[in-house]
């Protein structure tokens, strides 16, 4: 059987797939920020392993990540236009993402949050997702976590994969992976040129109409020198380059709103961390500095850089006592600046400590008890904590019932950007009167999930959160921020599961229903009632693999002006077939919307139409 078979076959498209037998011993790093298998992790974690990253084969993470439980995304144009990624209905500067340990928030965008429409998909190794308000050790941002590792060097020697593909809208994807080890020494190096001419992304744009194009080029770099057995040095790098046309920006010189827009964005991180592991004490040093700039072009004109700086100094420890549990702690230090606007650099520290309890009893029940503490320049001290439980029961011919419950706390201090809007000449009344504060989180949620040793598998949540203070733009005045008065919230129930039919057929599915309110009681914007996922990986022969996904998106709503608006229900089919020609050449056709459903999640921007895309992958 093909080498590159193997590992496709038992793979379905929601995420990694592996026999429950197995599932359970699967190890994540997310929950408990060290690794710790499943069968122990209360909170609710779904991973996707780089085999069905391929497998799906988009050229965007956030695109590949729609087909993960409680994920929506919401897209406004295109390929680099603005992608909100939610999970359970928060919003994306409510969400961590990290890539191997960096944190990718971008300071320079309002809000803080993480530019999903810029991080390609090639070269990452693994993805997790950790659901709700418990990354307590991160900062507690309500929305969840998302933790991304890149491709590493597993064996001695040089290691190396490329890929090329072209598709509708004269869209070509070029990456390329080499990656080796020798001795104490091991790197890997990957890189991604993405371009496309797009469409014309909005149905307001009656007069140019332009095709609203988009170019990313993305180098990242991560290696470690095993300087001893028990000590380790690690180094990660990324630098993004993007462009964007998009439509709807304000001309600074005519004073007026046209479609002749151009988005620039350039990141670049460095983090270098030190790492001492016995076994029985774990101690790490680590720092980042993350630099971003964005610019938008309207007309030509130039609107000005805004420029931001994250500088973060990391301490962690681990105690680990075998039989009882571990003791995890550590310190943050962080220090942001920003520029933009014309305005003077602002810039704020915050440091936060936390230590948490991870016990275990029996190897039957498994229990964390945390607290984190925070002080910010800015918005004072707060301090957040997050208990967990779950109770395994092995059951007659191999079957598993696991029982979970986790409840955390968190909060948000408003950014830089926020800030400084609110006070600067564009911010009216009622935004200008305000002196905005930080949001606080908390959120629960029990499931309970039974494994069968057959291979299946099912899992049932309730989660229930909520924020306090919430901020978002005022869409109706265009004042500035606003603070919510009262609590938002955002509750539902997940269903998640597999069934390996047979040794060719595997299916996946996850729904989710999602009831998020604003404290007046209105649904909150462009979050579906009704979310689900059906999957499934065909193998009709050892070298041949279709790849399928069907998404229903159902009661979603948006705002334009101060007028509610009904987003479309849609559904969207997606589809790849790969042929391994031999171990070293696959080919493969991916087919995208190919009901061509015509939907927006965005009010007034389209998203792409049916379109088809054909490529090749090298691996030596």
Known sequence: MNPRHTLLLPLALACAQVHASDRLETLVVTASRQPVELRQVAASVSVMEHQAIELRGQANLADVMRAMPSVNVSGGGGAGKTASLRI????????????????????????????LEHI??????????????????????AGGIVNITTRRAHEDGLAADFATEYGRYDSWNNTGNIRGKTGIADFSLTLSDFSTDGYNSRTTDTTLRDRDGYDNTTLHFNGGLQLTDHFRVELSARDVDASARFDGCFNSQTFVTTDNCVSDYVQRIGRLAAVFDNGELRQSLAF???????????????????????????????????????????????????????DP????????????????VAEQFFYTAGLRHDDNDDFGEYTSYRVSGAHL?????????????????????????????????????????????????????????????????????????SIDNAIDFDLVGYSGYLQAGGTT?????????????????????????????????????????????????????????????????????????????ALDDYTNLDATLNWDVNAQLALYVRGENLLGDDYEEVASYRVPGAAFYTGLRLQF
Request: charged share 25%.
């Open 345 to 360: 650099e602002r810039e704020r520290d915050q440091i936060g400590a936390y230590i948490e309890w991870q016990g275990k």
């Open 88 to 115: 359970r209905g928060e919003e994306s500067f409510r969400t961590l993402v990290l890539i191997d340990g960096i944190d990718v928030s971008d300071t320079s965008s309002p809000q803080v949050s993480p530019r």
């Open 489 to 565: 919230r955002s509750k539902g129930v997940e269903l998640n599961g597999e069934l390996p039919v047979n040794r060719w057929l595997s299916v996946t599915g996850n729904y989710t229903y999602n009831d998020a309110k604003t404290p007046a009681g209105e649904t909150r914007l462009r979050r579906p009632r009704h979310l689900m996922n059906l999957g499934a990986v065909v193998a009709p022969h050892r070298d041949v693999t279709l790849a399928l996904n069907l998404k229903l998106v159902r009661d979603a709503e948006d705002q334009v002006g101060s007028q509610r608006v």
């Open 120 to 141: 390609a998909s090639a070269g990452i190794e693994r993805v997790e997702v950790l659901r709700g308000p418990q990354g307590m050790m991160y900062g507690a941002d």
């Open 288 to 342: 980042q500095r993350a630099s971003s700039t964005r610019e938008d072009i309207a007309d030509g004109v130039r609107g000005g850089d805004n420029d931001a700086v994250v500088e973060e100094l990391q301490y962690q420890g681990i105690a680990r006592w075998q039989q009882a549990g571990d003791l995890v702690y550590g310190i943050d230090l962080e220090e942001q600046r920003y520029e933009g606007g014309g």
């Open 393 to 465: 029961t092995p059951l007659a011919g191999g079957d598993v019932l696991k029982l979970k419950t986790s409840y955390g706390t968190g909060f948000r201090a408003p950014s830089l950007y926020e800030v400084a809007y609110n006070r600067g000449p564009f911010a009216s009344p009622p935004a200008s009167d305000i002196s905005l504060d930080a949001e606080e989180s908390k959120g629960f949620e029990a499931g309970v999930e039974y494994q069968w040793a057959s291979g299946a598998w099912l899992d049932l949540v309730y989660f229930n959160q």
